[in-house]
């Protein structure tokens, strides 16, 4: 009666992701994996399989939303190239390794990250580098919702985390150590502010450092908005080397322009909102 | 400073004729409440009545006696109520308190009896037959599946069996209590007790410090919503994870380490940085659905090798659907917190009137996983003032595997239940960091006492089981049969799954 | 309003009857995608969009909504229909037959599949609507099509319609999507618009009409997340009459829409503004006239707003909405590619059929993606007059008609 739009039908089910083993081609101490189809499971053990056996850096082709890429993985000097999307959570919990993503990264990137480093050649999701406590999450692109929430620094882990595009809302909530920066170029829409509302909200401890203005308006209630004075430039050069350096940017460019200091009032930013009984 | 209307709550009466001016009082008091000047002089308002100077005054001379000051009668207008609008127009403050909801909602743990066997069946002496206790907190099957061994025999097919599964000796666990807002020393107490108990203690929301490295296997560690003291390392030792959502002193918001109880330990546990306030977010961050809380759990199975993940909630209106949304996610066991359930710090008005009582929550989620075909898939604890063997026990005839103790704990440890746990001055030592405070709990005296309690309970859960005509826990779990109301409606009979006594 | 829920004794949706009219909880995965040139897609594309999305549902509910895949019978309206037995299909095929002209009547073409079980008979009907009794009863032709969907879901014991529109249908039921998906042979069918779903309930209702999308005539409705706001939504909406039966934040979501774009006749982007309303600052901050305009659009719909988490896409014949909430707590990504408009819950299910979009972006919150084909109106269902309680026993297969007359 209805007409087939397509002539052959599929063999079955259409799978989003397979439970196979990603095919492995193996070279040394680099191996290239090639996860297309594969589930997160099979991919993720294999890394961390191929790891264990003494490869120091793998590459992983086809991705496209496998969750958990590096994530819990504590070995230091390792190298994980992502071709395609990294799915949520890549990064959760890791402890060493570098991850660079070619392609755009879903949610929850750096998620409670220890150390290490992630560069994303592309955009990041929502809630990136959620309580983060140590190592480096670099995005050339825009960021989502509720980014670098609640990280905070311990002695010398300080996390970092610089965005070279705009963010939205909620941008370092809670915020309790660390550095986060915020650059706006090359964004995707000129029109949007560099950033959303309720910036800083409830930050108390920390610094972020935004590329050009903040309206007082974005900012949460609990910061001081100031412009960077030469010794916050000495602080935040070498991270723009480094982050120019790891994107393949200018970091004269980046540098060339004012740079905006928010931090928190107080560490204790509610203190006074209780009445003991 | 203006003149507070809030008159002191107590008065703290001293026998100088038996005084012995010793000043004892004077150092053992936490709230600063004597002033020495030949002889203690108290100063009322700062009494908590924790009853430490009492306990400690070698001369007994001390009595603590309720300020009994007549207030015009009002039914509507208690004088705690008119007392907490003078607190707020003082301050602008919420009103912070501390331990479990002290407001007379019915207690059902209270109206429901146990069975025993006459003369059909034989009850059984516990002192000199098996009685086991054991109980497995984790995921089950649904059926085991064997293969043959090759020698003629079968043996377990691959993950067939309990390796992800904790193993418990008594089904008693002492409850998340976060270093930061106990002491470290209570930590080691809880530590040093769970491993000689066989059970486990849960660090709340704070990581483990490196002194409990050597107990880790009897340690569950939390994962909250400021991902305090969290590292892969740590991760690594714990026996299990747990993600906490939510506690029943105070289901749906968030949490709050005021910076003077993050000295130098707390901090480097916590992993933050000392004095500075540590904020937990009401919500996680990454967990604003159902199936985040899924992405959560395998991240966490991911990140640690696959070891059991428990999911906390508060025992809150919906809790039968959710705790069955939490099953499919993949959670290893439920921890049911009632609404009585002890805290740190809470805003009274959170802690007084949110939340469900804990024997409603388990009857509807042990029926909910029941109905669908998961009960299998994940144990159950219950927390939420389980203050005897005896609400144990009826936790457990209404369908949980394991109870938390939290607030029982800390009574073991000298606790009063002043409820000032949120001033950080802890005459007991146990709410506490000041290091001169925090040493009146030598661990080891900890360890016994605790040790000393869940033997006891263990004990008289025994000798119910054995009233009971079963040696072992398993059939109690569950059989709500065994368990009579007096004096609870026809509707709350229902939700319990219990008759009422006569039937 | 009080409303007997034991009184209805049909084929349905026993869980669904005991939680009412309390909430029932679940989390999920969306997408939508419409080829603004009208040009048609494969079923094959949304499910592969659902399928790399499997792990945020649990297997409890799946389903599609294609348009334009009837172009054989443009004009006729397509029942989509569920039987839990012959008997309710006799009953419902004379219902039917009563009020339309039956062109063709046929089984659903499905396959078996692993994993698919307890499925209801399923068959779909392409009709047209007996010009004399629209005549008659002095209706339009969409009241009258409703008040069909109304008596057959309300009044047909073990019948449930799916689907009512035009050139559409919906394709749903117990199952991940991609087992539903291949179930219907969805590959057989091409649409210019599609919106998947994947369903987490955290009970099991374990009834093919209650996987999504909800729909009724050319809407559909696919929905992520758990609106915190429903009690007061729900009772929002029972003052117009409607009656939220199932408990499902869907269904509260599509009478907003009904009461907002059809009834009030509210512009999309404004219904959007009321349902994920702008923060009062952000009012504030606006011009005068904007402001004034959101002021009141909050202060008179407040209780429409719909609190908490969720990503919401509305499908009809001609293009679809996605909507976030007003704090973005549900993610949703968007891209274009050539004349294609798609949404998804991750970017992963968007780069499964647009390999290189044009372009990649996520929405922000409270600001909608709509997506229009070329030369097709909204459909309004201006010609709709029927009651909001028709429009709840229509879509939710719960008799609350007979109560309602009562009390409304």
């Known amino acids: 009666m209805i007409k087939a739009a397509t002539t052959v039908p599929p063999a079955g089910v259409i799978e989003g992701y397979r439970h196979v083993a990603p095919l492995i081609d193996r070279d040394g101490a680099t191996a290239t994996v090639d996860t297309t189809g594969v589930y997160f499971q099979q991919l993720n053990e294999t890394v961390r399989g191929l790891i264990g056996e003494g490869v120091t850096t793998v590459r992983i082709e086809g991705v496209n939303g496998q969750r958990y890429i590096g994530a819990g993985l504590r070995t230091p000097g390792v190298r994980i190239e992502v071709l395609g999307c990294a799915g949520n959570d890549t990064a959760m919990f890791m402890d060493g390794p570098e991850i660079e993503v070619f392609g755009n990264a879903q949610d929850g990137v750096g998620n409670t990250m220890s150390s290490g480093r992630v560069v994303v050649h592309g955009d990041a999701g929502d809630v990136l580098g959620y309580g983060m406590r140590g190592g480096r999450v670099y995005i050339e692109g825009d960021v989502g919702y509720r980014v670098g929430i609640h990280m905070k620094a311990y002695e010398k882990n300080v996390p970092v985390l610089v965005c070279g595009g705009k963010a939205r809302d909620f941008f370092g909530e809670y915020m309790a150590g660390g550095m986060l920066v915020l650059l706006g170029m090359n964004a995707r829409d000129e029109a949007q502010p560099i950033a959303g509302g309720f910036l800083g909200a409830g930050m108390h401890g920390g610094v972020i450092y935004v590329r050009g203005a903040v309206e007082p308006w974005q900012c949460g209630a609990e910061v001081g908005i100031a412009e960077a004075t030469d010794d916050d430039m000495a602080e935040l050069r070498p991270v723009i080397e480094d982050y120019a350096q790891a994107l393949g940017l200018d970091a004269a460019e980046i540098l060339s322009a004012p740079f905006t200091r928010i931090a928190p009032m107080s560490h204790r930013p509610y203190a006074k909102l209780y009445a003991s009984m | 400073m203006q003149q507070t209307f809030v008159q002191p709550e107590f008065r703290v009466k001293i026998d100088y004729d038996k005084c012995h001016k010793c000043g004892r009082c004077v150092q053992q008091c936490g709230w600063g409440v004597y002033d020495f000047n030949e002889r203690p002089i108290p100063h009322d308002e700062k009494c908590r009545a924790c009853h430490r100077c009492v306990t400690y005054c070698p001369a007994h001379c001390i009595t603590i006696e309720k300020n009994t000051l007549a207030f015009r009668d009002n039914d509507n207008w208690s004088a705690d109520a008119r007392k907490a609008v003078w607190k707020q127009s003082e301050t602008g403050g919420v009103l912070l308190t501390s331990m479990g909801n002290p407001k007379p909602y019915e207690h059902i743990f209270d109206k429901l009896v146990l069975d025993a066997c006459q003369v059909t069946n034989p009850s059984i002496d516990p002192l000199r037959e098996p009685m086991e206790l054991r109980t497995y907190l984790g995921r089950k099957a649904d059926s085991v599946k064997v293969e043959p061994d090759g020698a003629g025999g079968f043996r377990l097919a691959e993950d067939a069996g309990l390796a992800r599964n904790i193993k418990l000796d008594v089904p008693i666990i002492f409850a998340p209590m976060s270093y930061g807002s106990v002491s470290l020393n209570v930590h080691r107490s809880m530590a040093m007790a769970a491993t000689r108990l066989g059970i486990t203690m849960n660090t709340g929301e704070g990581g483990m410090h490196e002194d409990l490295f050597p107990y880790q296997d009897h340690i569950i560690v939390q994962v909250a919503s400021g991902r305090f003291g969290l590292s892969p390392e740590i991760l690594d030792r714990a026996a299990a994870l747990e993600i906490k959502i939510g506690q029943g002193a105070k289901p749906g918001i968030g949490g709050h380490l005021p910076g003077e109880k993050i000295d130098r330990d707390v901090s480097a546990t916590r992993m933050v940085p000392q004095g500075s306030d540590a904020i937990s977010p009401a919500p996680h961050h990454d967990i604003y659905s159902i199936e985040d809380l899924r992405q959560l759990i395998y991240a966490l199975k991911e990140a640690s090798g696959y070891k059991p993940v428990g999911v906390k909630i508060a025992a809150v209106h919906n809790v039968a659907a959710i705790a069955s949304g939490i099953v499919r996610a993949g959670a290893d066991y439920i921890y049911l917190d009632g609404f009585r359930g002890g805290t740190g710090a809470a805003p009274q008005v959170v802690r007084d009137h949110i939340g469900i009582p804990v024997e409603i929550a388990i009857a509807v989620v042990d029926q909910r996983l029941r109905d669908e075909g998961i009960r299998n898939q994940a144990s159950i604890i219950a927390a939420g003032s389980i203050r005897s063997s005896a609400d144990a026990a009826k936790a457990i005839a209404l369908g949980a595997d394991v109870v938390a103790i939290g607030t029982a704990t800390l009574l073991a440890l000298g606790c009063h239940l002043c409820q000032s746990c949120h001033t950080g001055k802890c005459s007991w030592g146990i709410t506490t960091q000041k290091p001169e405070l925090t040493r009146r709990i030598d661990p080891e005296w900890g360890a016994e006492r605790l040790t000393n309690l869940v033997h006891a309970w263990s004990h008289e859960l025994q000798e119910i089981l054995g009233a009971l005509g079963v040696n072992a826990v398993e059939s109690l779990r569950g059989s709500r049969e065994r368990l009579r109301a007096i004096g609870l409606d026809e509707q709350t009979c229902r939700v319990l799954g219990v008759k009422p006594a006569g039937l | ?408």
């Open chain 3, 1 to 408: 309003m009080a409303y007997d829920l034991g009184r209805y004794d049909g084929f349905a949706p026993e869980h669904y009857r005991e939680e009412s009219p309390f909430k029932i909880h679940g989390g999920c995965g969306l997408m939508g995608i419409c080829d603004e040139s009208g040009a048609l897609m494969s079923g094959e594309e949304p499910i592969k969009a659902m399928a790399v999305q499997r792990d945020r549902g649990n297997g409890l509910g799946g389903g599609f909504a294609g348009y334009g895949i009837y172009p054989e019978f443009p004009d006729h309206y397509c029942f989509h229909m569920m039987y839990h037995d012959l008997k309710a299909k006799d009953e419902a095929e004379e219902v039917l037959g009563a009020h339309f002209l039956i062109e063709v009547a046929e089984p659903m073409p499905t396959r078996t599949v692993k994993g698919i079980k307890d499925a209801p008979l399923l068959w779909r009907y392409f009709m047209m609507p007996h010009e004399h009794l629209i005549d008659e009863a002095e209706v339009t032709a969409e009241d009258f099509v409703v008040n069909v969907v109304m008596l057959i879901n309300s009044r047909v014991d073990g019948a449930f319609v799916a689907s009512s529109g035009k050139n559409m249908g919906a394709f749903k039921g117990v199952g991940y999507p991609e087992e539903i998906g291949h179930y219907f042979r969805l590959e057989d069918y091409a649409g210019h618009t599609w919106v998947g779903h994947n369903r987490f309930p955290t009970n099991t209702p374990g009834w093919w009409g209650g996987a999504h999308p909800f729909t009724l005539l050319d809407w559909s409705i696919v929905h992520n997340g758990e609106i915190s706001s429903y009690g007061i939504n729900a009772r929002y909406l029972e003052q117009f009459g409607y009656v939220c039966s199932l408990g499902t934040d869907t269904e509260v979501a599509a009478y907003l829409f009904d009461l907002l774009l059809r009834r009030h006749k509210l512009p999309v982007e404004l219904a959007c503004k009321v349902l994920a309303s702008p923060l009062w600052d952000e009012i504030d901050r606006m011009g005068a006239d904007d402001a004034a305009l959101m002021r009141s659009l909050r202060a008179v719909y407040g209780p429409a707003m719909l609190n908490g988490p969720f990503a919401i896409v509305l499908g009809f014949n001609g293009g679809m909405v996605a909507l976030n909430d007003r704090i973005k707590l549900r993610p949703l990504v968007a891209a274009r590619s050539g004349s294609k408009l798609m949404v998804a819950s991750e970017e992963s299910a968007i780069r499964t059929v647009l390999a290189s979009p044009d372009e990649l972006w996520t929405p922000k919150a409270g600001e909608p993606v709509i997506a229009r084909v070329e030369g097709m109106d909204l459909p309004f269902h201006s010609q709709l007059h029927v009651t909001p309680a028709e429009i709840s026993c229509a879509v939710t297969a719960v008799d609350a008609c007979h109560e309602l007359e009562v009390a409304v």
